[in-house]
């Protein structure tokens, strides 16, 4: 009897245990899904946003997205409010706040239009000077390596001016005039890197003008000693590589140009090759010289 009772018991107790064990799997099972819910519902809400007619409820939504930082869902709202609220009071915030979707996004190109169309539409907004210089700076930032096309350098520089003519007085002004000498340095290295690729390939014709060039549109340039150097050069070069009927004009250029080199920069660290080509020059053109005596 007694070990019938103990049997019992012992069947109770392992029937509890494993009660426990399940119920525990099942609070685990829950949370899970719990979780999963929660999700599912953040999702939901927001398509279910997206559908709804309310768009005041948008706009809230919207504003409260992008403040997360959750700048795609903050556009897909903004868009559609966009031709909602146009031509409305609310229609310069929605815009304001468009714009800097696409940018957070880093979407520069539609950002920049944008910019751009809200300084058009909105001139006298308070935002409208700070429009107009995000739209530069997007400019500035599609801006590619020197070594590729470089239109939207030229851009940037353009809108950049045009900021600054405008606003005179922006605090932004020092800003601006930074990022320029940037854009300006970026063309500069690329002009002198294509004339150095004539010089480099011994098309010396092509590359007296491409330093020329260089000269005339960077006139402030760090490479003005090496770059008149190098026209007396691919001068002389020019001549020694010549027809007969060319030789003396170009030897001749050859020595005029060092003339110039020698007046403005005396000192120069090219100064002896120059002379040395002056020099050969010299000689090539007595040669010449004897002959029309």
């Known amino acids: 009897m007694r070990n019938k009772q103990f049997y019992i018991l012992f069947l109770l107790i392992s029937v509890i245990a494993l009660s426990s064990c399940t119920n525990k799997e099942r609070v ?3 949370t899970g899904n719990s979780k999963k819910k929660r999700f599912d519902f953040t999702i939901g809400k927001f398509n279910k946003l997206v559908k709804s007619g309310d768009m005041d409820a948008k706009f809230v939504a919207a504003v409260k997205y992008f403040d997360k930082e959750e700048y795609t869902r903050a556009l897909t709202l903004f868009e559609e409010l966009m031709g909602v609220y146009r031509g409305t009071s609310k229609g310069e915030e ?12 880093s979407d520069y190109i539609v950002a920049g239009y944008q910019f751009r169309n809200f300084v058009r539409n909105f001139p006298t907004s308070k935002h409208a000077e700070e429009c107009a210089y995000m739209n530069a700076y997007c400019f500035y930032l ?3 390596d020197y070594i590729l096309d470089q239109i939207d350098t030229k851009l940037a520089i353009k809108e950049f001016q045009r900021f ?3 606003y005179p007085q922006s605090t932004r002004i020092q800003e601006c005039n930074d990022i320029l000498d940037k854009l300006r340095g ?5 002009s002198y890197e294509n004339s150095m690729l004539y010089y480099n390939m011994s098309d010396y014709k092509a590359s007296i003008v491409a330093f020329g060039n260089h000269l005339k549109d960077f006139p402030g340039t760090s490479h003005a000693e090496e770059l008149n ?3 007396i050069r691919s001068y002389y070069l020019l001549a020694l590589n010549s027809i007969e009927a060319k030789k003396q004009e170009r ?3 050859a020595t005029d140009h060092y003339m110039k080199f020698l007046d403005n920069f005396p000192k120069s660290e090219y100064l002896k090759q120059a002379e040395m080509v002056y020099s050969s020059a010299l000689k090539s053109l007595e040669k010449y010289n004897k002959s029309t005596l």
């Open 94 to 105: 929605v815009h304001y706040y468009y714009a800097y979707c696409s940018y957070n996004l």
């Open 142 to 144: 599609n801006s590619p």
């Open 28 to 30: 685990y099972d829950s």
């Open 164 to 166: 600054t003519s405008q």
């Open 186 to 190: 970026k063309l500069e290295l690329k």
């Open 251 to 253: 030897f001749k250029a």
């Open 229 to 231: 150097y190098l026209i």
